[in-house]
Nanobody
Framework: VQLQASGGGLVQPGGSLRLSCTAS????????IGWFRQAPGKEREGVSC??????????YVVDSVKGRFTISRDNAKNTVYLQMNSLKPEDSAVYYC??????????????????WGQGTLVTVSS
């Protein structure tokens, strides 16, 4: 079982990117999926998460990205997206997706995240 994050790149301030988190070997909609980011010299930060489809399906975004980032699922594609709009230079980081592998859990999960994708680099710069 594994997760793969993709969709990062170089974008100008004010631009948009959509990150994808795709699973292989298991069905994503059964689990909480979280997005995290880590900038150079900084601690990893939780950005957003989405509850399993069998729970309330609720979502969470950290205050610093509220109104700009949106998390969603496409169960047919076994993928969770992070739509990032109005990007700022301070959003530059490696973005990771992760899951707690606890079926039916809600966001934020009570259990630690156990399975992590490899990360995708987002650079916001003019």
């Amino acid at each position: 079982v594994q997760l793969q994050a993709s969709g990062g790149g170089l974008v100008q301030p004010g631009g948009s990117l959509r990150l994808s988190c795709t699973a292989s070997g298991f069905t994503l909609d059964h689990y909480v999926i979280g997005w995290f980011r880590q900038a150079p010299g900084k601690e990893r930060e939780g950005v957003s998460c989405i509850s399993s489809s069998s729970s309330d399906g609720s979502t969470y975004v950290v205050d610093s990205v509220k109104g700009r980032f949106t998390i969603s699922r496409d169960n047919a594609k076994n993928t969770v997206y992070l739509q990032m709009n109005s990007l700022k230079p301070e959003d530059s980081a490696v973005y990771y997706c992760a899951t707690d592998l606890a079926p039916g859990d809600s966001c934020p999960p009570a259990r630690p995240y156990r399975l992590w994708g490899q990360g995708t680099l987002v650079t916001v710069s003019s």
